[in-house]
């Protein structure tokens, strides 16, 4: 089943923008507000079969490897950057095809652009905690620390990209950019 978890993880993947893009041109183009909400709301129904799928692989017996790994992975990013995705996407849809305002920017600089960068890297690590709780609780279903001991190493390794993540708002924090005062 395991390459059934890499199509799970791609159709899920597709699955998540197809949603999106026809959820957002329901609410703009279409006018059609509640079937918008529907198709946005089943986005999360994703995650559930993606979960359900490495649950029934490994509790089928297969031994964890890196598509499980990046089953949890793309969950931990699912549940923490989610909705922010989509709020993402729905100011940009929202600008372009609907008149709606500029999508907000990040600060250009000072305190305010250092702030920014923390919290986005606390949501990364908040990511990285959700993808120890995942991989953890799918090794207690499991119950053979032989078969899920490579699914902890992999999200063990993965401390590397908090590590990575972290240059940003040290940079920013120690060498903010002036941000350019606006005459009048």
Do not use: Q
């Not at 929202?94 to 600060?107: I, K």
């Not at 990285?128 to 899920?148: E, I, K, M, Q, S």
Request: hydrophobic share 55%; with cysteine; glycine share 8%.
């Amino acid at each position: 089943m395991n390459n059934v978890i890499v199509a799970i993880i791609i159709g899920c993947e597709i699955g998540f923008w197809v949603l999106l893009a026809l959820g957002l041109a329901s609410r703009y183009l279409w006018r059609r507000r509640r079937l918008s909400t529907a198709l946005l709301i089943s986005v999360p129904l994703l995650d559930v079969i993606l979960l359900a799928a490495a649950v029934i692989d490994m509790r089928g017996g297969a031994m964890a490897d890196g598509r499980h790994g990046l089953a949890v992975a793309y969950l931990a990013y699912s549940v923490v950057f989610g909705h922010r995705t989509l709020r993402w996407a729905d100011a940009r849809f929202h600008h372009r095809f609907a008149g709606g305002p500029p999508p907000p920017r990040p600060p250009a600089g000072g305190m305010a652009r250092a702030r920014y960068e923390w919290v986005l890297w606390l949501w990364i690590a908040v990511a990285y905690g959700v993808a120890w709780v995942l991989a953890l609780g799918l090794a207690w279903l499991v119950d053979d620390p032989a078969r899920t001991e490579p699914l902890i190493a992999l999200v063990r390794g993965a401390d590397v990209v908090v590590l990575i993540a972290l240059i940003w708002p040290v940079s920013y924090t120690l060498w903010p950019r002036k941000v350019e005062s606006v005459s009048s």
